[in-house]
């Protein structure tokens, strides 16, 4: 009860007065009685507030189905039209039962921005014409083609009125950052004492005496079954649409429960088929009444339920006073509404995403035909955008010297790419050595019979052709005749994860395989971090670690670590050994007390690993040894002869090194001064994965 009173009391207030002007205009806009706006609103409020999934959504009659139901009034009469919003209702529980409710996002959401952007310029065209005290035409284009002679016509005391809640919906929320006050409210409220005040003639709204006891009540349109199945689709989908993305919007400003958008679509078709049969526009979740919603602090259900409690309160107590509002006040409400579906925001979106196209197509195909076309002719740009995408590869021919030729193709190869890629190769000429390095997600069988026929005949002439595959192996596994059988070659991994063996044949490995790899390394790495290394040799290296690891060619600090070029100040021996400070060896310590002392690395890491053998070599008593490997393992400062865990050992050892850092006095006071930070890690090899050790003991590591 507390948080009633406190939380969602006040919010309704505030969402039921920014609903009341909106209803009332939305209703306007769609040809529909003005009664049937505040109807959607009342039931919107109570029975979709009662039974959302979404349970900070508001809904009510929404700017996105004017255009629809404008048409759908004019084709089928006011109460054939409700009949309709009815059984679009019934689609939506179906649609709910069947858990369809996320299939509903699978839309582009460039299609429905666009859509909502083509509904906005439509709702504002036709408005703009009543705040200029004329009457909109039927289509968008009639109403751009007689906007002309209506600016220069007669307009009366309406544009002056249009024009005062113009200015107040775009002044308010600057000269007043906080207010319970919504800028519509407001707007309308100035525009109606002024008409009242100045005893102005003009178009005001218009409510029966007794609401009452003239509700419309639906009856079956007088239209063919196609024409109704129609009809009903398209409310029902895209009231489904905009309801389930203001669901989802919603969502991402609060922090409470998230949206069940199947329960959700139960509560709208349940809104709609009771709005539909007591004569009132079609209902969807809106954005505009959710955000103030949440904004003005609501936590239940219950703001929404009593926004439309007191709507309907207000009609039937105080109809007087909504008659007094003029017309074109609301219609200048809806020409701002409508041109802030067209969001620069979400247009600079799609430019950077490509998508554009598929915005601009969906908008001027609602603005100049309809909202059905409009959608479709945006679902098939997407579509085919989409297509061109995956069909797009770049290809790149070079000759790093005489002779030999470097072809390297990225991206999907298709059929469609096949001739492009077929008059690349054959410009290289004839009788030399061609590398084709395929990086590739896809190829079809058309383009891989364009690149084996070309092959065979440039080997036919003399010349000699090599085919490498980095990202997958679609190639290969055509040549078996295996194409598409396996989506991934097992073990296949990126170069520069891989070792030598995975990428260069067996005979480059025997002649020059590291020379290979630094010309690879040149060619796709340097590239990516030649500014990087450029900034490292001109400001020097500032690493935050010292890692002191195995020499052994298994372990790769940077890999397992994903660090980069300055991260770490790397040593590596056999054991990842520190001989204690004062020892005959002093290499290792030159360099601890180089990255204390110099560099002021913040940790110290001393990282073993499995399958060491030199901890092996420690374990079966090598340590000592009269050998330089002996002497070594000696430093180490432990003795492991006979222990059997090799595992404890390991751990053991990593211990033991942390334990001879701490000898070097550089070391020692800054890690009493809380300058640095001894670690232990241990690699499993078997396993790739990291673990902390501590106490001889052994955990995952975990990142902050």
């Known amino acids: 009860m507390r948080t009633l009173l406190r939380h969602d009391v006040p919010a309704s207030i505030v969402v039921f007065l920014i609903a009341i002007p909106l209803s009332l205009g939305i209703a306007a806009a769609s040809g529909a009685p003005l009664l049937a706006g505040l109807i959607a609103a009342v039931v919107g409020g109570v029975v979709a507030g009662a039974l959302s999934g979404a349970p900070l959504q508001v809904s009510g009659p929404a700017a996105g189905l004017t255009v629809v139901v404008a048409g759908v009034v004019a084709d089928f009469g006011w109460a054939g039209t409700t009949a309709i919003f009815a059984m679009a ?8 039962v069947s858990r369809l409710g996320r299939a509903a996002l699978s839309l582009s959401p460039a299609v429905v921005h666009g859509m909502l952007a083509g509904i906005g310029i439509v709702i504002a065209l036709s408005q703009v ?82 609401p009452l006891g003239e509700l419309t009540l639906p009856h079956w349109p007088d239209a063919g079954a196609g024409e109704i ?53 079609p209902v969807t979740g809106v954005i505009v009444r959710s955000s103030t919603n949440v904004a003005a602090g609501a936590r239940t259900r219950a703001s929404a339920v009593l926004h439309g409690v007191w709507i309907a309160v207000c009609v039937l107590a105080f109809a007087g006073l909504l008659e007094q509002i003029p017309l074109s006040a609301l219609a200048a409400v809806l020409v701002v509404v409508g041109l802030r579906l067209v969001s620069l925001a979400q247009i600079k979106a799609y430019v950077r995403h490509r998508e554009l196209p598929t915005y601009l197509v969906t908008a001027f195909g609602v603005i100049f035909t309809d909202l059905l076309t409009g959608v479709a002719l945006g679902m098939a740009t997407a579509v085919l955008l989409m297509l061109g995408r995956l069909a797009r590869c770049e290809i790149d021919r070079t000759s790093p010297e005489p002779g030999r030729w470097l072809v390297v193709i990225t991206g999907t190869l298709a059929f469609i790419g096949s001739g492009r890629v077929a008059r690349e190769l054959a410009d290289i000429p004839a009788g030399e050595s061609v590398e084709l390095e395929l990086h590739l997600d896809y190829l079809d069988h058309g383009a891989f019979e364009t690149i084996q026929e070309w092959r065979d005949a440039y080997q036919r002439a003399g010349g000699r052709v090599h085919i490498q ?72 290296q500032r690493p935050e670690q010292l890692f002191i690891t195995c020499a052994d060619s298994r372990l790769v600090p940077n890999m397992i670590t994903t660090s980069g070029p300055g991260d770490l100040f790397c040593m590596r021996n056999v054991g990842n050994i520190v001989p204690a400070y004062g020892a005959a060896d002093t ?66 050892n990593v211990e033991q090194q942390l334990a001879n850092l701490l000898t070097y006095p550089s070391v020692r006071r800054a890690a009493d001064a809380g300058r640095l930070t001894l670690a232990g890690l241990y690699f499993d090899l078997a396993e790739a994965r990291m673990y902390n050790v501590a106490g001889g003991v052994r955990s995952r590591v975990s990142a902050p």
């Open 229 to 281: 199945v129609v009809a009903v689709v398209t409310i029902a989908l895209v009231g489904s649409v905009e309801s389930l993305l203001s669901a989802v919007a919603v969502d991402r400003l609060h922090s409470g429960p998230r949206a069940d958008l199947n329960r959700e679509l139960l509560a709208q078709g349940a809104a709609n088929t009771v709005s539909g049969a007591l004569g009132g526009l």
């Open 587 to 652: 290499s290792i310590g030159a360099g601890i007390e180089y990255a204390v002392d110099v560099l002021g690395v913040a940790t110290i890491t001393v990282c073993g690993h499995s399958g060491c053998g030199a901890v092996r070599a420690m374990m079966a008593g090598a340590a000592g040894s009269p050998s330089a490997l002996g002497s070594w393992l000696g430093s180490a400062g432990i003795n492991l002869a006979g222990r059997e865990h090799e595992e404890e050992c390991i751990a053991a």
């Open 89 to 96: 209702g019934l689609v939506q529980i179906v649609l709910g």
């Open 469 to 540: 595959e980095v990202q997958d192996s679609w190639f290969h596994r055509a040549t078996s005749g295996r194409l598409g059988s396996v989506r991934s070659h097992p073990g296949r991994v990126p170069r520069f994860l891989g070792s030598w063996s995975q990428w260069i044949s067996l005979n480059d490995q025997r002649r020059d395989a590291m020379a290979a790899g630094i010309d690879e390394f040149e060619r796709s790495v340097a590239p990516l971090v030649r500014s990087h290394l450029a900034g490292l040799a001109r400001d020097g």
């Open 129 to 210: 014409h009543v705040v200029l005290g004329g009457d909109p035409q039927s289509g968008a284009w009639h109403n751009i083609r007689d906007l002309p002679a209506q600016i220069a016509g007669i307009h009366g005391a309406s544009i002056l009125l249009g024009l005062l809640t113009t200015a107040i919906l775009l002044l308010w929320p600057r000269l007043v950052k906080v207010s319970l006050l919504p800028g519509a409210l407001v707007a309308v409220a100035v525009a109606t004492a002024t008409a009242a005040l100045a005893g102005l003639d003009v178009a005001r709204v218009d409510l029966p005496e007794n």
